[in-house]
Nanobody, 114 residues
Framework: QVRMVESGGGLVQAGESLRLSCAAS????????MGWYRQAPGKQRELVAT???????NYADSVKGRFTISRDGAKNTVYLQMNSLKPEDTGAYYC????????WGQGTQVTVSS
């Protein structure tokens, strides 16, 4: 059974940094893409960043230059380094892993105060 567990969320002030981690377990084959998505209250879930099995990353325009996604293939773990956080970055952050189909974590809350 595939399990995705996020950690690292919290409450910070604007301009500060956070690092999210997501570990996938119960996987016996290679993960294709891994990524981070977020959902603000009253809004749809949106893509933040993805990274392919080959290391190619993709970012939402709103986070380019501030966020960095990385993955450790040996640990089936994906990270999201978030710098220069803004109040509009507030939301629940979900990690995903594509193994034939997407699998999702339970989410971790990020709150950025102004």
């Amino acid at each position: 059974q595939v399990r995705m567990v996020e950690s690292g969320g919290g409450l910070v002030q604007a301009g500060e940094s956070l690092r999210l981690s997501c570990a996938a377990s119960g996987i016996s084959i290679m993960i294709n893409a891994m990524g981070w998505y977020r959902q603000a209250p009253g809004k749809q879930r949106e893509l933040v960043a993805t990274v392919s099995s080959g290391g190619t990353s993709n970012y939402a325009d709103s986070v380019k230059g501030r966020f960095t996604i990385s993955r450790d293939g040996a640990k089936n773990t994906v990270y999201l380094q978030m710098n220069s956080l803004k109040p509009e970055d507030t939301g629940a952050y979900y990690c995903s892993a594509v193994i034939g189909r997407p699998y999702w974590g339970q989410g971790t809350q990020v709150t950025v105060s102004s």
